[in-house]
């Protein structure tokens, strides 16, 4: 099977200071890939470039999505060609309802109207799985939402959205043991339901317990320091990153 995603010796700038070196990463649908590392390691500096943050510069290296190079295109037309990312705090909107929001990106994805009928009916089965209330959609877009709920919506997006490739950036963070539990549910009825593919970016694992992960990438210092399977998760819970901070982790 193809790629779907094929990062190529990506190099990586902000405001002129080097934070990717030579990053290489394969994803193919419906695989489960986890970035785990230090805080500040580049982690999210990695999925802010797929998704072409224009704050993230490339300066060498390649992105290719489904076979063609995305490196310059513009956020725009990455997310219309089903690319999304999750943010680690997201924005308030006021003004824009929850489903409002949602809606108008579905069909600039498709390029479609949706009904408003089969909206609220596909919105409702949605917030179910979430546990959210169903007055969320009227609500202004994280516009006075806690921390869990505003991780929730991040979650309620992708399974409107239903990307081909999710990229969902420290979503466990700052959240209560119940609040992972619902996102992870959510996390997996987008894993059952789609041949698309998930970039899950965390130093921590609780969001990871009940998902089935293909392949596991540990970056340190804007480096691929090492790669392997699920099993290399637990690796990471037994001995942390300390290996890897040092010269040796290279021998």
């Known amino acids: 099977m193809a790629d779907l995603l ?3 010796d990506l190099c990586v700038s902000v405001e002129e200071k080097g934070i990717l070196h030579g990053i290489n990463l394969s994803v193919k649908r419906g695989e489960t890939h986890v970035l785990m590392g230090p805080n ?9 470039a ?19 190079d995305i490196t310059e295109e513009a956020v725009d037309k990455r997310a219309r060609r089903g690319i999304y990312l999750s943010f680690q705090n997201p924005l308030e909107v006021p ?12 069909e600039q994805r498709s390029g479609k109207r949706i009904r408003l009928w089969d909206f609220k009916k596909e919105m409702k089965k949605a917030l179910e799985l979430l546990h959210m209330d169903p007055s969320y959609a009227e609500r202004d877009l994280n516009v006075g939402f806690s921390g869990g709920e ?10 409107m959205l239903k990307p081909a490739l999710a990229i969902l950036d420290e979503t466990d963070s700052g959240l209560d043991v119940d609040a992972v539990r619902t996102v992870s549910e959510g996390v997996e009825e987008y894993q059952k339901s789609m041949d698309g593919a998930l970039i899950i970016i965390t130093h921590a694992t609780r969001i990871l317990e ?7 990438h540990i ?5 691929m320091e090492d790669e392997g399977d699920a099993s290399l998760v637990g690796k990471i819970n037994q001995e ?7 010269p040796v982790s290279k021998v």
């Open 6 to 8: 094929n990062v190529k």
């Open 40 to 48: 500040g390691a580049g982690k999210s500096t990695l999925g802010n």
């Open 50 to 68: 797929i998704m072409g943050n224009p704050r993230y510069t490339v300066e060498s290296g390649k992105i290719l999505f489904e076979g063609e």
């Open 95 to 106: 003004g824009v309802t929850l489903g409002n929001f949602i809606r108008s990106a579905m």
């Open 150 to 159: 505003k991780k929730k919506a991040e979650i309620l997006q992708l399974l």
């Open 210 to 216: 009940s998902l089935k992960v293909d392949r596991t």
């Open 219 to 223: 970056i340190v210092n804007g480096r």
């Open 240 to 246: 942390g990153f300390e290996r890897y901070m040092t």
